[in-house]
């Protein structure tokens, strides 16, 4: 089912409910959250700035998943379908900023992927990030879900993410410039 179409004061006000869910979030788990311990540092080291390594806290949680944003009842009163929005509780880890939350064991590609989102609020901002949504709403969905088709590599010293359908790429799949 298509998604619908909404007003500039809808699409406004959605990325405003993004921006504070993902505080809150970040608020929720950045006092539970470690640095990266000596392992994950060297294995992603040569790949990120020494400062966003340092600014970076993981969290893997056991027996708790991230809720869905708390709007998603009014994203469906203004015609999302659920299945359009993606499920927070579902997906392997998920970035707040500098604060990764995860469901799982920490992989090395795992956190390599999610060192890539840092490195976009760290370009973006908070709001910068959140604003990305617009240029393909509603195009596409809400948020990027992580999924197996997903993918991070380093080319020519800079960190490149690419997925066809990513909705916070910019143009050719770049993240950082």
């Known amino acids: ?9 809808e699409i406004a006000w ?26 994950q540092r060297s294995a992603v080291q040569a790949f990120f700035p020494a400062s966003t390594l340092n600014a970076a806290r993981v969290i893997a949680l056991a027996e708790e998943r991230v809720s869905n944003p708390p709007f998603y009842p009014e994203l469906h009163r203004m015609g999302f379908e659920p299945s359009a929005l993606p499920n927070f509780s579902l997906m392997a880890a998920i970035t707040f900023v500098d604060t990764v939350v995860s469901h799982e064991q920490f992989t090395d590609r795992l956190l390599f992927h999610e060192l ?7 370009k973006l901002g ?13 195009e596409r ?9 997903s993918k991070c590599v380093r080319t ?6 690419s997925r066809n359908d990513a909705v916070f790429s910019r143009g050719r799949g770049s993240i950082v410039d």
Do not use: N, W
């Open 14 to 39: 959605i990325i405003q409910q993004v921006a504070e869910y993902i505080e809150r979030q970040r608020e929720t788990y950045r006092g539970r959250a470690v640095p990266l311990d000596g392992h």
């Open 126 to 138: 908070l709001k910068g990030f959140c604003q990305q949504i617009r240029p393909r709403f509603p």
């Open 116 to 122: 890539v989102h840092v490195i976009q609020y760290e």
């Open 141 to 149: 969905r809400l948020v990027r879900s992580h999924s197996a088709g």
């Open 156 to 161: 020519g010293g800079t960190v490149r993410h």
């Open 1 to 9: 089912m298509p998604l619908p179409k909404l007003r500039d004061a």
